[in-house]
């Protein structure tokens, strides 16, 4: 089986983009992105992934990158693929036109990224992060921030990185220890808001690497107030190379890359223990306002955490087509007839086929919708949505990834356990997914806490709103099994429903907070399930609708999701108003 037998899904994507995404529920409204235009950028954008990232992610895996007397050295071929899309004007697909970039709708450089994310994960983390970071000054940063900062960031000349996490706080950013302090020394060029840092950062993903002049931290550092907690954070812009009057990179920032993670998956992308400040302090600029750290943060983690959840689709997608390819090819036992038998003529072979087709297939769209999001930044309703379903997409849509990865493996049987067929390869890597970026149980908490709570369970009544209407015109369609798709997607609308009323009234007592803690996750869960239906039964209304050629294949993975997945609402449903919440809660493991 060849590793590489992987190729861009630009068909599908462009299916869901043209019939699918942005729509109401009767199918009806404008395409999320033009689809001459997308065609095009998708098809370049396959081809690059194909050539050059494909071949590079597995030499990436086995050799990695390397911490040498010289700084982080990367795989041979990373630095010349890195110009090479710097060239294609790849890092700047979405970026304001102002800044050197193309302006494209940003649910277009989703639907982008997975083919990057498909092509090599580890590579795709570099331009994901360092547009994450433009797109955080582009909101918070001072005026000549932007004017000194956006422009190399958005061709690729300079690179970002995102510093919150420390070795001893993990996800309690609360408990931050890097600190900034007023640099007494005047800023040459006069820039205001220059401090020194000191401190460590761990986990910094491409934090220092050799495929550009110049790494920009963005650092998450407690100000010169000292005020506990999250109210003492601020944001400072710390670059490896400390920029001269013309914009050329300068001397050496007091920042060193002192060690790097030995990981599971992913040993193509360097990731960093980062040390500020050894010797005298590391000179940084604040971004955005004092004490508000985490919350200009979270311009960026929010765009990370999407992203994140398009890698699990592609992970999902490379799994499938791995799969495939090897149910088709191997020869196992006789069919009924005698004749000699594929893998894929099995009965539980096909189940996993269509487990990993159709759980792809609900994710992309589902991902895709949210991304879409980001383009009516103007619309109310459209913010509430975003904030609701971004920690679904990024919860579920990476757990799922892990499984499918898994499943991918099984399919393959003992060939998928050794190296050479490259299924071992995406579980190593899509195991990182569910953790980074937020873990699926921060996620959980943001979604009770924040998205369903906070507005009392409004935002999430809208939705299911949505869902059910959804359902309703499922159900008048004529296509084979349109009728129990639109039941079973019903059902699943009303136990998620119910579910976070039974949370809402709970949560309102002081013995019930536990409780309702405990049952953040099933409830994720639960929403993940009923959005994965969602989007399969408005992929197969859209494809019976449009009269697309593969419009069987999206009806089949419908019935598929309706029959033997969204029935699992039930259950997680039972997790959230049984006695299962209260044994977590009251659960001791001194």
């Not at 429903?497 to 869960?525: C, F, K, N, Q, Y």
Request: proline content about 5%; some cysteine; hydrophobic content about 45%.
């Amino acid at each position: 089986m060849n590793p590489l037998a992987w190729r861009g899904p630009v068909e599908d994507i462009a299916f869901v983009l043209g019939h699918v995404v942005g729509r109401g529920p009767d199918g009806r409204g404008p395409a999320a992105a033009d689809t001459g235009l997308a065609r095009e950028v998708l098809e370049a954008a396959s081809r690059y992934a194909g050539e050059v990232l494909l071949p590079l992610d597995a030499r990436a895996d086995r050799e990695g990158a390397r911490l040498t007397t010289e700084g982080v050295r990367c795989t041979p071929g990373m630095r010349e693929a890195w110009t090479g899309f710097r060239e294609g004007g790849w890092p700047g697909l979405v970026a304001a036109e102002r800044w050197g970039g193309s302006g494209l709708p940003a649910v277009l450089g989703a639907a982008v990224d997975e083919l990057w994310c498909g092509g090599s994960l580890a590579f795709s983390l570099l331009p994901m992060l360092t547009g994450a970071l433009a797109a955080t000054l582009e909101r918070h940063g001072a005026p000549w921030q932007r004017d000194l900062y956006l422009p190399r960031l958005v061709s690729g000349e300079w690179t970002g990185a995102m510093d919150l996490t420390e070795s001893h706080a993990g996800s309690d950013l609360a408990n931050v220890r890097t600190v900034a302090l007023a640099d007494p020394d005047p800023d040459p060029r006069g820039f205001p808001g220059r401090h020194r840092l000191r401190g460590t950062k761990v986990f910094i993903t491409w934090g220092e690497h050799d495929l550009a002049d110049n790494v920009v931290h963005l650092v998450l550092a407690r100000g010169p107030e000292g005020q506990p907690g999250t109210r003492g954070l601020t944001l400072y812009l710390v670059p490896a190379r400390v920029p001269r009057a013309d914009g050329a990179v300068g001397d050496r920032n007091d920042v060193r890359c002192v060690a790097l993670e030995r990981k599971l998956g992913l040993h193509g992308s360097p990731t960093a223990t980062m040390v500020f400040g050894e010797a005298g302090g590391a000179i940084g600029w604040q971004v955005g306002d004092s004490g508000r750290g985490l919350e200009h943060m979270f311009t960026m983690m929010n765009r990370a955490r999407l992203a994140v959840g398009i890698e699990g689709v592609a992970l999902s997608e490379r799994a499938f087509q791995l799969a495939r390819a090897h149910a088709r090819q191997r020869e196992q036992g006789r069919r009924s007839d005698g004749q000699p038998a594929r893998l894929v003529d099995h009965p539980d072979v096909r189940r996993m086929l269509l487990e990993l087709r159709a759980g792809t297939g609900a994710a992309r769209a589902l991902a895709l919708e949210v991304a879409a999001l980001l383009d009516r930044a103007d619309d109310r309703q459209a913010v509430v949505r975003l904030a609701l379903l971004t920690p679904v997409v990024k919860a579920w849509c990476t757990e799922q990834a892990v499984r499918l990865a898994s499943l991918g493996i099984q399919v393959h049987g003992g060939m998928g356990y050794v190296e050479d067929t490259g299924a071992a390869r995406l579980l190593r890597d899509a195991r990182i997914t569910p953790i980074y970026e937020g873990t699926s149980g921060i996620q959980a908490l943001d979604f009770l806490l924040r998205r369903v709570q906070r507005d009392e369970g409004r935002g999430l009544g809208d939705w299911v709103r949505e869902v059910r209407e959804t359902a309703s015109h499922c159900g008048g369609m004529g296509w084979p099994g349109a009728g129990g798709c639109a039941r079973a997607l019903e059902a699943a609308a009303l136990d998620l429903d119910r579910a976070a009323d039974h949370l809402l009234r709970v949560a309102d007592t002081e013995s019930g907070r536990e409780r309702a803690l405990a049952a953040a996750s099933p409830l994720l869960e639960l929403a993940g399930t009923v959005a994965s239906g969602w989007m399969a039964v408005r992929c197969a209304a859209a494809a019976q609708g449009a009269g697309v050629a593969s419009s069987r294949r999206w009806i089949e993975d419908a019935c598929y999701v309706a029959s033997a997945r969204l029935p699992a609402t039930r259950l997680h449903l039972a997790r959230i108003t049984g006695d299962a919440c209260g044994v977590i809660a009251d659960a001791r493991f001194h």
